[in-house]
Structure formats: C-alpha cells, structure tokens
C-alpha cells in the first residue's frame, strides 16, 4: 500500500506498457491457504487502472497441480468488474502536473539510503492526500510536462540535472524541495544559485519549532510546531523570503531514560534562522518535511506543503471538496474521454504487522472539479453504468457533483 503509489508513478513515465502485480495471497508468494478479500483484491486493481496499467492476480500451483476452485471464482468475480472498465481504461495515459524527484538507485531499495528511503514514500502520500496529479521521475527525462518539481531529502544535484531544473524555472516552473534536497552531489552547497540560501551544514538543534508567517499560515494552528526530524540549517541571503521561522530548544532531547525531560523540550527562542522559505520560484524547507511527515505524521507538515503549492500551483487540473484524505483521485485520457478516477478504501492495521481492506467506505456529497484548458465537454457521466450526470462550467472548471461513491466511481468527461 506504500510501495505501489511511488514505484507505479515512476514506471508510468518510461513510456512502457506495464502491469501491477498482486496476488490472492493473505500473506505473501506460496500462501496456499491464504485468501486475500475480493475489496482487496478490487482495490489493487481500480489502483492499478486509475494509473494506467493493467492488472495482474498471482497464484502458485500445488505441488500435484491441482488448483483451487475458491481462488479463480474470486479472482473471476474481481475481473469481471475491471473488464466492465476497460474501454475507458486500456491503453489510457495518465496525466501528471507535478513530478517529485527519486534518487538514481531508488529502484534498488538494497542500495537506497535509509533516509532516503522515507521520503518517496512520504512525498507520494502527502500529494495523493492533497488530491495532487503527480510522476515520480528521476531527472533523465524532460521536465516541461511539470509546473511544479518536488525535491525530496536525500535528492542531490548533478550538472545535468541543474541545467534541466535552471531552464525549468526560466520557464516559470516552481520548485519545492526540503531538508538536503537541491545540495550538490558534494553536499557543500545548494546546486542552484536561485535558492539564495547559505548552507551551514546539518541541523544542531533537536528538536526546534516552527512558526508559520502569515502567507502560509492558512489552516494551521498560531503555535510553535515541533520539528521531529533534523535537516539543514541555513541562513537566508538577499532574495529570499522567509515564510516560516526556526525555533530552537532550550537544550536538545537524547536518548530515552525513562526520564521525561530528555523525550521533550519546550522551545526557548528564535534562532534568527528560516524553517521555510521563498526565492523566486523556489520554497525550501530546511528540516526534514517528508521523512518527518513518514515517521510522525504530523498533519501540519501536510497543510504547510498545501499552502506552498496553492501558491505555485493555484489552478490544479483536479479539484476537490468535501473528499477526506484517505480518498485518492486520479486522471487518465483516451481518444477525447477525460477520466477522473476515485478511490475510497482505507487500509486498516490490525495487530502489529498485518494491513487489511475487508470492505470500502461509502463518501457522500463529493465535487470535483475539472480544469477545462479551452476543452469543450459537452457530457459528463458514470463508468461504466453510462448515466449522465449534471455539471457546471464557468469557464476555467467543470464541476460536478458526486453524490455516492462506495469503493470505487469513475467520472468520464467529454
């Protein structure tokens, strides 16, 4: 349920056909015994189309070749409602406009930093919750499909990828980075001049405070919130904006004793430092947004990223309301067909390890809105029943108005 998310929207962008692999296994390879639920099977595979891949269920044959009825009625039963899909759905092309950058080994988890190996996964989840069209790439390809590039921690930069991101702010483009994100490949100094920042080295203080300033302050609460997760220090240069402000400690927490003052400490004062700042066309986060967001899941990591993206990106392609977090929303196109596709399942952990979806969860009341960019739609409907629904155009968004989705709804508009 982390994996996919990140690994999918990267494979999606190597202009290859490919397919999410699943499996009827409760458990994992060669669970003879193991069947998963059909919504869980139904889920890896409404995710899977919704991201422009096809689908596949794995088995394992018994020793004596015999295979088990039970299985192939539900994995019949799951197909039946993707093959009901497939002429919106095969050979579509999903639509991203923000690409977060991995770094060159990330398909090598053996090789992949530890840290690093937080912030894919973290970066991926926080856009899907904000409801954010997005590619995970690696810098190889070109960057002016993107209005917005995201530079993870633990995401350094090369001569040639500099190059790319330096024609991609000429051009407008915005970039968001955190924590060493956006360092030269000797983590000595920020690869573009454009950022106006002086790199001091790693974060001393642990753990510091944020406050937000008033231009990204929206839905956040007027407090110091703690920064779980070291990053850089840095001071701002002449040119950049300071958006958040850095506290420090009075003195920093260590090792857990059973003593309650070396978990916590309260903040002290200013350290005349930024925790979030603006050059440009560039924010960066000096402490460790993503791995933060991974490791704590501190909500107003999410809304302090969403308040910089409205003001990069302040006409997404997708807009919603009313759809809660877990909800993920995507967008595919084939022939003229324009397809929004709406996911609602949960992942619920029960005892220590294992994840489940034993059944969806109905929303209720949902809008979204789809940008037009100067297209006609002439007919919005339901995939695959065909019933029409009504919607509103005002010139830039066509909204529509969902009133029930149970699991999963695609939205076709024409």
């Not at 044959?61 to 993707?82: F, N």
């Not at 001569?159 to 000429?170: F, G, I, N, T």
């Not at 231009?215 to 779980?228: A, Q, S």
């Not at 993206?309 to 909800?327: E, F, G, W």
Request: hydrophobic residues 35%; positive net charge.
């Amino acid at each position: 349920y982390e994996y996919f998310p990140w690994t999918g929207r990267y494979v999606r962008t190597l202009d290859k056909p490919f397919f999410k692999m699943t499996g009827r296994f409760h458990k994992s390879w060669g669970d003879f015994g193991g069947l998963r639920t059909e919504e869980s099977l139904l889920f890896d595979c409404y995710n899977a189309v919704a991201n422009g891949a096809t689908c596949s269920i794995g088995d394992h044959m018994h020793p004596r070749g015999k295979l088990d009825e039970e299985v192939y009625k539900l994995i019949g039963r799951v197909y039946s409602k993707i093959e009901k899909l497939e002429p919106w759905t095969y050979g579509s092309q999903p639509v991203a406009e923000i690409a977060v950058l991995h770094p060159a080994t990330a398909l090598f988890p053996a090789f992949f930093p530890p840290d690093a190996r937080r912030t894919l996964p973290a970066a991926t989840r926080m856009l899907m919750e904000l409801k954010y069209l997005f590619d995970v790439i690696d810098g190889e390809s070109s960057l002016s499909k993107y209005r917005v590039i995201i530079i993870p921690e633990e995401v350094f930069i090369g001569a040639k990828l500099k190059k790319k991101l330096k024609q991609h702010l000429e051009k407008g483009g915005f970039i968001i980075s955190a924590g060493t994100g956006g360092l030269d490949e000797k983590q000595e100094k920020f690869a573009l001049e454009e950022y106006n920042l002086l790199y001091l080295g790693p974060e001393e203080h642990n753990p510091s405070f944020f406050k937000a300033g008033l231009k990204v302050c929206e839905g956040l609460p007027d407090m110091l919130t703690t920064v779980y997760e070291k990053g850089v220090a840095v001071q701002a240069k002449k040119g950049a904006e300071v958006l958040c402000n850095l506290y420090q400690p009075y003195f920093n927490v260590g090792h857990w004793d059973m003593r309650h003052w070396h978990r916590y400490a309260p903040p002290e004062k200013d350290t005349g430092r930024p925790a979030l700042t603006k050059s440009g066309n560039i924010f960066h986060f000096s402490f460790s947004l993503f791995r933060g967001y991974y490791n704590h899941a501190v909500v107003a990591y999410r809304q302090l990223l969403s308040n910089c993206l409205k003001m990069a990106l302040p006409d997404p392609l997708i807009t919603t309301k009313n759809a809660p977090s877990y909800v993920q929303v995507t967008l595919t196109t084939k022939d003229k067909k324009q397809s929004v596709h709406i996911l609602s399942y949960l992942p619920e952990k029960r005892g220590e390890r294992m994840e489940i979806i034993e059944a969806p969860i109905c929303i209720k009341d949902i809008t979204i809105g789809l940008r037009k960019d100067r297209k006609k739609i002439t007919k919005v409907y339901l995939a695959p029943c065909g019933r029409e629904i009504e919607f509103r155009d005002d010139g830039m968004y066509v909204w529509v108005d969902i009133p029930e989705v149970i699991g999963y709804q695609m939205v076709v508009f024409e």
